[in-house]
């Protein structure tokens, strides 16, 4: 089957390529930038010239100029007076985003007039983590946590040799916004180590497919790579021997790759070497390859996900939503100034609720980077539909303290590890590429209305749609992610997932495991009492006013209270209902809403290709077979445990 062409079909491309467009400037990008004119109008009758000149009768000029300042190397101002739609930028990748954005507009970039606007995005550095192995990990497959089948980059224990996919991923994602992408699993194993040294080269040439669209490379990298790569005794970050190692071995990466991004690292997590090991800190860790990188303008990715996986279950005083807050807060103004701190977004793990890590925004001496999860671990496995846009809305959108957004926190970047596999759809469910463009265009502008975002995903996927198939895709997928809430771990509690592969209910599955994440039922009540009182006293990493609103149960909100308190089940919850009957209500309604998303989808036969509606369709199915399962598990179990009969008599086993 044939590449999927997501949200660039060819027909995205009719406005723009039925007009005569003018391409002013010189560069690497500016000929991407007349390579994809060039092809639009080979399709649809316009025609693209080069230079100052002959811009006499154009549609459509994009040049290359204007205020450096106030656009920086991707902004681009947009303009149309009658007659004529003017995008100028003054770096290259503007005028790249700049013809992006007249293709989104399609034919309204050439109607009527507009003022000059100026575009540019809040967050420099918006990238996509991929997990991906060379090898194919015993466990986890090629793909950690990937849904979409294999790499995309990585086949058959080399780099591929055939880079075209790749070449068409990077055109994709830099027309949603995406300026980077690590092309390597976090967890970097025996072969992938010596992607940083010996192969190079083959990292080389995925740069080299990539970087058309203006996106650079990051490569994961593992903190023990002077003793694995390197044969030294120590990885120590104060070894002189060891730093001398790593301004070598990455000299050595920039002469293969010179815009190179820099090293992502998962340090002293879930089992990964780190500074610890010689009683260093973070910090220090950080800085060693902060500095290797500096001589050649790159950057370190630093993951603040360190917490304490081998906890004992019965000791209630240990909190595993504190480690990262715990850990990098005391060391807040000793990190360089390109190291950056990749945070989660939430002090868990990427649970369809969580609150929003309280370390964003105690750290105001330290870049932060936030990390989303594209790739559906936790919520669904693109099985499911679950459009995550609402969800990254609400954490970017939320203010820590007065004033100041997470998304403009997010100094050092914004990171969703990506979805994409090498699945003829991209994303193993077609749908799922809503994802990949909603974290790109929230990216660029973390404000932005994720409904708007929808929406312009669905013009461009389905270009020239009738309205009844634009409300349709609409439906299915707009509350698609409270849905997926509604029939499983109920009010932030988290988990209630098999352990391992995370897919389907197991309520006490990590209960009594070493991981950290429980929810603590018994016969009279569930939940975890993060509150600085009686609890953890996790509740009080947060800046007020959010410490107070979340240290009671009468004032956190609903959606959050198993997160942060343990109440019983008869506690009367914000809606007026009790915490129990929310179980059970919640638990019908999402199966109900999957049946209605269901019944939507399939009145759209005919309207989308056979090959994606039968695709989802065949998904629907096994969303369906999942939502029941887990309705029926979390019902009986909280049934059996409070002893309290659902007040409608719904059959609960
Ligand atoms: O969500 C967990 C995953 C691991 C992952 C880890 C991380 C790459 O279950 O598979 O490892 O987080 O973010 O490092």
């Not at 850990?327 to 000793?334: N, T």
């Not at 609903?558 to 009957?581: A, M, N, R």
Request: aromatic share 10%.
């Amino acid at each position: 089957m044939e590449t999927d062409q997501a949200w660039l079909p060819t027909a995205a491309f009719r406005a723009v390529g039925s007009r005569h467009t003018l391409v002013h400037g010189t560069g690497p990008l500016v000929d991407t930038v007349h390579r994809e004119l060039a092809a639009g109008c080979g399709r649809f009758g316009g025609s693209v010239v080069r230079g100052a000149e002959g811009g006499g009768s154009c549609d459509l000029v994009l040049e290359l100029g204007g205020d450096a300042e106030a656009l920086g190397d991707e902004g681009f101002t947009y303009a149309r007076e009658v007659g004529r739609t003017t995008v100028t930028a003054a770096g290259q990748r503007g005028l790249l985003y700049g013809l992006f954005h007249v293709v989104r507009l399609g034919e309204e970039a050439f109607h009527g007039e507009r003022a000059q606007e100026i575009h540019r995005p809040t967050t420099a550095l918006r990238m996509l983590d991929h997990w991906d192995n060379v090898a194919v990990h015993p466990v986890m497959g090629q793909v950690e946590r990937g849904y979409a089948g294999g790499s995309l980059f990585w086949a058959d224990g080399w780099a591929r040799g055939d880079l075209e996919r790749v070449r068409a991923y990077g055109r994709l994602i830099a027309a949603c916004g995406i300026n980077a992408v690590a092309v390597n699993n976090v967890n970097v194993h025996e072969t992938e180590a010596h992607l940083l040294t010996d192969r190079i080269g083959e990292v080389a040439d995925i740069a080299g497919a990539l970087r058309p669209y203006g996106i650079r490379t990051h490569l994961s990298v593992t903190f023990a790579a002077p003793v694995v790569l390197g044969g030294l005794p120590t990885a120590d970050p104060l070894d002189e021997a060891v730093r001398a190692w790593w301004a070598g071995a990455t000299a050595r990466v920039y002469e293969a790759i010179p815009d190179f991004g820099g090293y992502v690292v998962k340090a002293d997590s879930e089992g990964r070497p780190g500074p610890f090991a010689d009683g260093r800190s973070h910090a220090d860790g950080a800085n060693m390859l902060a500095a290797a990188v500096a001589p050649h303008g790159g950057t370190v990715h630093w993951r603040a996900f360190v917490y304490d996986h081998r906890q004992d279950w019965g000791d209630r005083t240990t909190d595993r939503a504190r480690a990262a807050y715990d850990h990098f807060v005391p060391l807040d103004g000793e990190f360089a100034p390109n190291a950056v701190l990749q945070v989660k977004h939430g002090p868990m793990d990427f649970q369809v609720r969580e609150p929003v890590s309280p370390l964003i925004g105690a750290m105001p001496g330290t870049r932060l980077a936030v990390e989303v999860q594209a790739t559906q671990e936790y919520t669904g496995q693109q099985r499911h539909v679950c459009w995550l846009g609402p969800m990254w809305s609400e954490v970017l959108r939320f203010r820590p303290e007065e004033g100041v957004s997470v998304g403009e926190l997010a100094r050092g970047g914004l990171v969703a590890v990506s979805n994409v596999g090498d699945d003829p759809f991209w994303t193993g469910h077609p749908l799922g590429q809503a994802n990949l463009y909603a974290f790109g265009r929230l990216a660029w502008n973390p404000d932005a209305d994720p409904g708007a975002v929808l929406d312009e995903w669905i013009g461009l996927t389905f270009p020239e749609a009738p309205e009844r198939l634009v409300a349709g895709l609409h439906d299915v997928l707009d509350g698609s992610w409270r849905t997926y809430e509604k029939y499983t771990a109920p009010l932030g509690v988290g988990w209630m997932v098999q352990p391992g592969h995370h897919y389907g209910p197991s309520v006490d599955g990590y209960e009594y495991s070493p991981w950290g994440t429980y929810h603590f039922a018994d016969r009279d009540g569930i939940g975890v009492d993060r509150s600085a009182a009686t609890g953890t006293g996790y509740a009080a990493q947060y800046a007020k006013p959010w410490a107070e609103l979340y240290e009671s149960p009468e004032t956190c909100p609903d959606e959050l209270l198993l997160f942060f308190h343990h109440v019983s089940y008869g506690h009367v919850l914000k809606s007026g209902k009790t915490v129990i009957q929310h179980i059970y209500d919640t638990h019908f309604e999402g199966v109900e809403e999957v049946e209605e998303a269901r019944e939507v989808w399939a009145s759209l036969a005919g309207l989308v290709v056979p090959a994606r509606h039968a695709r989802v369709t065949e998904l629907f199915e096994e969303q369906l077979r999942s939502a029941r399962e887990w309705r029926d598990q979390i019902n009986s179990y909280f049934f059996r445990k409070s002893g309290v009969p659902d007040a409608h008599g719904r059959r609960i086993y």
